[in-house]
C-alpha cells in the first residue's frame, strides 16, 4: 500500500511530520478487524497463522473494542462519571508527542511512501530528517514500550477497587501505543533507507528529477509548488508558519488537523 506523507518546516530546525488521510484504507482495515470474540476464534482457527500474525490480530480486536469504549464515554451525559472519564481522557491524550501519531501512522501494509515537501528544501536533507526521526522513534518506543509492560501488573492490582481501572486501561493504551510507534519507527526506517547505495553511487549519473524518483525504490521524493506557497503566505518572519496556514495545509493534503498543530503548538 502506498502511504503519502507531508513534509515541511514551521520554524527554524522544527520539522512537521503527517501523513494524508486515506478514509478508504482506514474502512477496509477495520472491516479485516474482527468486530466480536466469535469473529475473532474463527479467524484464529480457519487458517493456521505465524504466532506474530495472531498476536496482531488479538492487538487490532482490542484496540477496536477501546475505540468503541471511548465513543461511548464521549457520547455521555454531562456531569456523570463517564463524561468525566472522557475530560481526563482527553487531558491526557493532550500529552503524547505529535512525533509518536506520525510515526504510529506507518502502519505493516504500507510498502511505498510518496514525500510531499517544499522545492526550497534539499531533497537529501528531507530523507535525512525521516531516517532522523524514524530512528530516535525506535529508540525512544522501544524504551518506553518496555517500561509500559513492566507496569501493567502493578496497575492490575487496582481491580479489586470498587471504580475504574483507569490507570492499566491507561497503562495499556500506552504500551499498545508505544508498540505501534515501535513498529512504525522500523517500517519508517527500512523504507526511506533502501536504494541509499544505489542512489549514492549513481548520483552523478542522474538528473535531479530522477534522483527524486529512483527506479524500484521504495520512496519517491515529490517536490510541491503548492505546499511551497501556502508555506509562504504563512510565514511572520522569526515566529515561523502561523497557525492559519498550517490549518491551510492540513485541509489541502488531507491531514488530520489536530494531530498536525500539536507540532505548531509545541514550537
Known amino acids: 500500500m502506498k502511504a503519502r506523507l507531508v513534509v515541511f518546516p514551521i520554524k527554524g530546525r522544527k520539522w512537521c511530520f503527517g501523513r494524508s488521510v486515506d478514509p478508504a484504507a482506514a474502512q477496509a482495515q477495520a472491516a479485516r478487524t474482527p468486530s466480536t470474540l466469535r469473529d475473532l476464534w474463527d479467524t484464529i ?47 491526557l491524550l493532550a500529552r503524547v508527542k505529535p512525533s509518536e501519531i506520525f510515526l504510529k501512522s506507518i502502519s505493516k501494509e504500507v510498502s511505498k511512501v510518496h514525500v510531499a515537501y517544499p522545492p526550497s528544501l ?20 522501544k524504551k518506553y514500550f518496555y517500561g509500559s509492560v513492566s507496569l501493567l501488573p502493578f496497575t492490575f492490582a487496582f481491580s479489586v477497587l470498587p471504580l475504574p ?53 521504495p520512496w519517491v521524493l515529490e517536490p510541491s509548488e503548492e505546499l511551497e506557497k501556502l508555506i509562504c503566505d504563512g510565514e511572520e518572519g522569526n515566529d515561523g508558519v502561523n497557525k492559519k496556514a498550517v490549518s491551510d495545509i492540513c485541509k489541502t493534503f488531507h491531514l488530520n488537523k489536530n494531530d498536525i498543530l500539536k507540532f505548531w503548538d509545541s514550537m
Request: glycine content about 6%.
Open 45 to 91: 482457527t480457519s487458517k493456521p497463522k505465524p504466532l506474530n500474525a495472531n498476536a496482531e490480530l488479538l492487538l487490532d480486536y482490542a484496540s477496536n473494542k477501546m475505540n468503541k469504549a471511548w465513543v461511548g464515554l464521549e457520547k455521555a451525559p454531562e456531569g456523570t462519571v463517564k463524561n468525566k472519564i472522557y475530560g481526563l481522557g482527553l487531558r
Open 122 to 141: 534539499n531533497a537529501r536533507l528531507v530523507r535525512r530528517r525521516l531516517r532522523h526521526i524514524a530512528l530516535r522513534g525506535n529508540i525512544i518506543h
Open 165 to 217: 481501572n483507569i490507570p492499566f486501561f491507561w497503562i495499556s493504551f500506552r504500551t499498545y501505543s508505544h508498540w505501534q510507534a515501535l513498529q512504525g519507527s522500523e517500517r519508517l526506517l527500512r523504507l526511506v533507507s533502501d536504494c541509499s547505495g544505489t542512489q549514492k553511487s549513481d548520483a552523478s549519473n542522474k538528473s535531479k528529477d530522477e534522483l527524486h524518483k529512483p527506479l524500484g525504490c
